[in-house]
């Protein structure tokens, strides 16, 4: 019997479970009406065997932080140091740049298009791992990038001269896509009314990579040069650290880790429990989605501005204030290190900004601290003096890493149906974004390297003001409200507008509902005055199956 | 709360870097006296496209103070540097030729330093095996004068002003090793064959579990 969708949906109505055409769950609680999913648990519920409080689908519903309680906890410790490492691996060149440019004879453009292309390996990686983790899992796609990128990180004992440099520092940045495999493996381990908290600290602790190498390889460099090695060779036997590091995490997410809440993938695929979505479907709708393309280009100015400066940052105190080398490490790795507290900050921010304002209260944020790193850029450009150019990178550090975060408060509502795709191609924005301004900036004689940098603010500022574009039919954007028609401002029309009326029909559609009806707390202040007045008959006049 | 966390550490952070040094900002090169000291530097092997191996090729390198030279009351040492050709420079910012003195970075591998003892007129000669961290590219020999204060007053080079002329090259050292490549190629095979055992093994497992 086909049901009349258009309304605002069959939320409290469905009897989920009844028909046994809907998308089976890895483990779903049979019969009862379904709720929104966060549920306690019951006393006669086999879930009572987890540490932490679970939904339905066997997500945490909370976050503690120093707990490795099995599988949750344990699997977001494994997964945000595994992409802790890999940031060690693909930045572990910048801060030891001012040896190898000795050893192997590299000119400014040399190091520069190495940076750009321990970038730009991950554009593509970043890409595909989203539909290697449906395959393998999150376990087996995190473990992959770790080892078969830790040969990548040793062979830069080979390297003798600039192409060497370049192909190795590109091979070793495929394992940043270790960001699509971390997320993931939090999607599917923590519930949605967390994830945004969850996937900011993951995020941001594993960026923190980034500042961690900058301390960590001189401070290496200079032990391995105590044991009597010339520095030319030291280097090569820095390189093994990060190479360990990799080798070890691989071997404790396999041995430790577990796909999902209720076992691993290959066992629960041969029993039959878990179902996926169509892939080209799936791509088919983030390709349709315009916003995409305007997080991908936001992301690119955020993330990317960040990694670029893990790239370049380091040599550059060196060289413009002729500081010893770990000292100019220790000033790169704080722009890095920052990181612990402003991503998980910017994506509070945005959640915080939304219950007053909706989801124009997020993209102002976005903009707000997005634009105010890219001022601070320019100054840091500008600086002529150690403190005040120490005291630009850490606004700047702060300002660009919140809008990070506050870029993941905005991804999950721009599509259900294919967030993880969208998650991947803005993830994949950063790289973009990276190495293009490496290229433009930091790879020739054109620009010196201060000059860059407030061009490189400058340009970033331009593009943030796309954030003005994305807007929502049902929540409006930063200058216009929701649109006026009365079907199309309703939350469930934007997202059950990604599926086909046969879909529908069977009943695929029913988690974007679900998430629509909850969705609606980006209305800001306004969906609690909707509330009072019931927006859906409660008993619903059209069940969602026979 | 955070900000100011930060700001008082980076505040800290810059306390404890030391500050560059205040009165020779102002000290330039032009402002030194050319030509005071006479310079020679011959490698262990001349000829036509030579090149010298770091850590083994040698230079026999001389110094004497010109009969010109003025300001010689003021000399206290003697500090002989290697210094880049400019050809080594292009396309490479971080060795670039600056007028300021603390800025300049063209001369950054030092040789040798000796007391000056003006009651000696003849030429001093020395030789120096070039290090092994010498990076590979042209170079020349100069030789600052430097009084009291630490401060250089004088200098000659074994080129010309124009650094055309008497220049030789260095191939740095590899820095590879081959127990260093045996051993990337052991961790990395490693690597790779236990991740596939672990597949590998899960995967039967997986098999048994089915057809139980």
Not at chain 1, 61 to 87: D, N, Q, V
Request: with cysteine; net charge positive.
């Amino acid at each position: 019997m086909a049901q009349n969708n258009e309304d605002e949906g069959s939320i409290g109505t469905s009897m989920h479970g009844v028909t046994a055409r809907e998308q089976v769950f890895s483990f779903s609680v049979q019969g009862e009406e379904d709720g929104p999913s966060s549920r306690t648990v019951r006393f006669d519920d086999p879930t009572a065997k987890f540490a932490l409080p679970v939904d339905s689908e066997h997500r945490a519903t909370a976050f503690k932080p120093f707990s490795f309680a099995r599988p949750h906890m344990r699997a977001f410790h494994l997964g945000w140091i595994s992409f802790f490492t890999c940031f060690i691996s693909t930045f572990a060149a910048a801060p030891l740049v001012p040896i190898i440019r000795d050893n192997l004879d590299l000119t400014k453009s040399d190091i520069g298009n190495a940076g750009v292309a321990s970038v730009s390996g991950a554009i593509f990686s970043r890409l595909a791992m989203g539909a290697v983790c449906d395959l393998l899992g999150a376990r087996y796609g995190t473990a992959f990038l770790l080892m078969l990128s830790a040969p990548t990180v040793f062979s830069m004992s080979f390297v003798s001269d600039a192409g060497g440099y370049l192909s190795v520092r590109f091979m070793i940045g495929f394992c940043l896509a270790t960001f699509v495999s971390c997320q993931y493996w939090t999607s599917v381990m923590f519930n949605g009314k967390i994830i945004g908290l969850v996937n900011g600290c993951a995020g941001g602790w594993g960026d923190m990579g980034g500042g961690v190498t900058q301390l960590l390889m001189p401070m290496v460099f200079h032990v391995i040069k105590l044991t009597g090695a010339t520095p030319f060779m030291a280097w090569r036997i820095a390189f093994f650290v990060p190479g360990f590091l990799q080798v070890i995490m691989g071997i404790l997410v396999l041995t430790l880790g577990q796909d999902l809440p209720d076992g691993n993938l290959s066992t629960l695929q041969k029993r039959g429990e878990v179902s996926k979505d169509k892939f080209t479907k799936v791509f088919w709708y983030a390709v349709l989605n315009y916003r995409t393309y305007v997080l991908f280009l936001l992301y690119g100015f955020s993330m990317g501005i960040e990694m670029t400066i893990n790239n370049v940052i380091s040599e550059y105190f060196f060289d413009r204030f002729q500081l010893e080398l770990h000292t100019a490490g220790m000033i790169a790795a704080s722009f890095g290190m920052a990181n612990f507290f402003a991503r998980p900050l910017g994506g509070y921010a945005s959640d915080i900004s939304a219950r007053f304002f909706g989801m124009r209260g997020r993209l102002w944020t976005l903009w707000i601290l997005q634009t105010s790193g890219g001022i601070f850029c320019v100054w840091l450009g500008r600086a002529t003096s150690l403190p005040i150019a120490i005291l630009a990178m850490m606004l700047f550090s702060v300002g660009v890493q919140a809008a990070c975060g506050a870029i993941f408060g905005i991804v999950p509502f721009v599509s259900r149906r294919s967030l993880g795709i969208i998650s991947g191609l803005t993830g994949a924005g950063g790289n973009f974004g990276s190495g293009l301004t490496q290229l433009i900036f930091f790879s020739s004689s054109r620009f010196h390297t201060a000059d860059g940098l407030s061009l490189m603010g400058i340009m970033g500022m331009i593009f943030t003001l796309l954030v003005a574009f994305i807007h929502f039919p049902q929540w409006g954007s930063m200058f216009f409200g929701p649109t006026s028609d009365e079907k199309k401002s309703k939350e469930e029309h934007y997202y059950a507008a990604e599926w086909t009326e046969e879909e529908k029909r069977q009943g695929l559609h029913e988690g974007s509902l679900k998430f629509a009806e909850n969705s609606r707390s980006e209305r800001g202040r306004k969906a609690a005055s909707d509330r009072s007045s019931p927006s859906m008959p409660p008993e619903g006049g059209n069940p969602a199956h026979v | 709360m955070a900000i100011k966390k930060l700001l008082f550490a980076s505040l800290l952070i810059c306390s404890m870097i030391q500050s560059s040094h205040g009165a020779t900002k102002e000290r330039l090169f032009t402002d030194l006296e050319k030509g005071a000291l006479e310079v020679t530097a011959t490698p262990s092997r001349t000829g036509q496209g030579v090149i010298l191996a770091a850590g083994v090729d040698k230079l026999s390198i001389t110094w004497k103070v010109s009969s010109k030279a003025t300001k010689e009351p003021e000399f206290k040492t003697i500090k002989v540097k290697l210094c880049y050709a400019p050809v080594s420079q292009v396309d490479r910012p971080w060795r670039k030729t600056e007028n300021e003195l603390f800025k300049d970075k063209s001369c950054p591998h030092k040789i040798s330093s000796f007391s000056y003892d003006p009651t000696v007129k003849t030429a001093q000669s020395f030789d120096y095996t070039l290090e092994r961290d010498i990076p590979t590219g042209t170079y020349y020999v100069r030789a600052y004068a430097v009084d009291a204060k630490d401060h250089e007053v004088a200098f000659g080079q074994s080129t010309n002003e124009n650094k055309t002329t008497d220049l030789f090259s260095v191939q740095a050292i590899s820095g590879r090793h081959k127990s260093l490549d045996i051993a990337s190629v052991c961790f990395s095979v490693f690597s790779v064959v236990a991740l596939l055992v672990f597949f590998v093994n899960e995967k039967r497992k997986a098999k048994i579990e089915q057809s139980k």
